[in-house]
C-alpha cells in the first residue's frame, strides 16, 4: 500500500496551486504533489528493507546527508553521531530534533529508537528545490527547504520532525493503515506525539502548551498559526493562497472524501481534539499520563484497521490498566472522547459507577525511565490478508 504521510496535506498544496497568482509557486506546489507521490511509492519497499536491517540495541545513532537539491537518496553525509555541528543550520535542526525525539521516547516511554530495536535515525535535507514538505519513506527523514514565500524550512520547527518520525513508531507497532480513520488514527497518533516532543523539550505543562501542530512553519506572508491546532481545529489557518483550515472537532462534522485517503489531515481532529481535552482535564505534563495511556494504546493495543471508537475503547481500557478502574485519568478520557462525539462503548464501561474528575483517587504516573514492564500486554493482531 503506498502511504501518504507527508506532513503537509495535499489539500493545502493543491489549493495552493490552483488560486495563487505566483506562477513559481503555483509549479513548486504542483511538484511538490508530484514528488510527494513518488516518495510514498517508495515507502512501503523501504519499510520491509528496513525491517531486516539490524542496529545494535540502546545506541542513539544519528547520521544527516544532504542532497544538494537533487532526488537521490540519502545524499551526501555531512554529519554523524557526535560530530560537531555544521555552518548549515538545516543540518544541525535535523540532527537536534532527531536527537530530542529519540530522547523523548527512550526517556519518557523506554522505547529503544523508532522500531524499538535501535534503528539509526537517517536524515536527508535540502531534498529538490524548494521542496515543500518533509516526509518519513518508510526507512529514512526526508526535508525540503520550502519555497520560503508560503512555508520556512521544514527542519525549523520540531513538532514536524517528531510528527514525522512518529510515523516511522507507528510503522512498526499497530501499522495503521492509512485510509479513511484508521489513516486519520495514523496522522492522529503523528500529531499528538509531534506536540509532545515539544512540550517535552520545552517543559512546558499541558495548561501553558499551545496546541499547535507546526507553529511557525508558515512564512510571515500567510494568515494562519500553523498546519493544524488541537485545541481548536478548524482555526490553524486561513487565508486566500492555501485555503481555511477544514478540519472537525466532532463527529457530527466528520468529512467523507475521496481525495487525502479519505480525509486522513483532515479528520484527524477529532481524535487531537478528544487527546487535547483528555490531557488538559488531567493538566500537569501531558507526557506522562495522558501520553502514556495513548502511546500503549497506539504501540500494545490497536489493530492495523481501527477505527475512531476502537480508539476511544482502547484508551479507557488502558487507562484503567495504568491507573486504576474510576480512577481520574480514566474518567478524563471517558469525557474528552464524548465531548468529540465518539463515546465509550457501553459494553467496556461496562455500567459501573465512575467517580467524579475532582475525586477521584489518582497516583501520580511512575517517573520517567522507571516503566516498561508494568505495561500491558498486546492482544495478538490477526494475519493481515
Avoid at 215 to 234: E, N, Y
Avoid at 244 to 266: E, T
Avoid at 292 to 318: G, S
Amino acid at each position: 500500500m503506498h502511504h501518504r504521510c507527508g506532513f503537509i496535506p495535499p489539500h493545502i498544496l493543491r489549493h495552493l496551486a490552483e488560486h495563487t497568482d505566483d506562477d513559481v509557486l503555483r509549479d513548486r506546489a504542483q511538484a511538490t504533489l508530484e514528488e510527494s507521490t513518488q516518495i510514498r511509492g517508495q515507502r512501503l519497499a523501504l519499510a520491509t528493507l528496513a525491517s531486516v536491517i539490524n542496529i545494535p540495541a540502546g545506541e542513539k545513532r544519528r547520521t544527516v546527508y544532504d542532497a544538494r537539491n537533487g532526488q537521490s537518496l540519502p545524499g551526501k553525509l555531512v554529519r554523524g553521531e557526535g560530530d560537531a555541528p555544521t555552518r548549515d543550520v538545516s543540518v544541525n535542526e535535523a540532527y537536534d530534533g532527531a536527537g530530542k525525539t529519540y530522547d523523548f521516547y527512550q526517556k519518557v516511554y523506554r522505547r529503544n529508537s523508532i522500531d524499538d530495536k535501535g534503528l539509526r535515525l537517517d536524515s536527508t535535507v535540502h531534498y529538490e528545490v524548494d521542496f515543500d514538505n518533509a516526509q518519513w519513506n518508510g526507512r529514512q527523514m526526508i526535508y525540503g527547504d520550502g519555497d520560503r514565500k508560503i512555508f520556512e524550512r521544514f527542519t525549523k520547527c520540531i513538532d514536524v520532525i517528531g510528527h514525522e518520525l512518529t510515523h516511522g513508531v507507528t510503522q512498526y507497532s499497530a501499522a495503521l493503515e492509512y485510509k479513511d480513520q484508521s489513516g486519520a488514527l495514523n496522522e492522529h497518533f503523528s500529531d499528538v506525539f509531534g506536540v509532545l516532543v515539544k512540550q517535552y523539550s520545552l517543559k512546558q505543562s499541558a495548561g501553558k502548551a499551545d496546541w499547535l501542530v507546526g507553529a511557525g512553519l508558515f512564512t510571515s506572508r500567510v494568515h494562519g498559526a500553523a498546519i493544524r491546532s488541537m485545541k481548536a481545529p478548524g482555526t490553524a489557518y486561513d487565508d486566500p493562497q492555501i485555503g481555511k483550515d477544514p478540519q472537525p472537532a466532532h463527529m457530527r462534522d466528520y468529512k467523507k472524501m475521496r481525495s487525502d485517503n479519505g480525509g486522513v489531515h483532515i479528520n484527524n481532529g477529532i481524535p487531537n481534539h478528544a487527546f487535547y481535552l483528555a490531557a488538559t482535564l488531567l493538566g500537569g505534563k501531558a507526557w506522562e499520563v495522558a501520553g502514556k495511556i495513548w502511546y500503549v494504546t497506539l504501540t500494545r493495543k490497536l489493530n492495523a484497521n481501527a477505527q475512531f471508537h476502537d480508539c476511544a475503547d482502547a484508551t479507557y481500557q488502558i487507562a484503567g490498566d495504568l491507573f486504576g478502574a474510576g480512577s481520574a485519568p480514566q474518567h478524563a478520557v471517558v469525557e474528552a472522547w464524548k465531548s468529540v462525539g465518539v463515546p465509550v462503548s457501553a459494553g467496556v464501561l461496562g455500567g459501573g459507577p465512575r467517580l467524579p474528575l475532582r475525586e477521584a483517587a489518582f497516583t501520580p504516573p511512575i517517573a520517567a525511565g522507571e516503566f516498561g514492564a508494568d505495561l500491558p500486554r498486546a492482544r495478538k493482531r490477526p494475519a493481515e490478508g
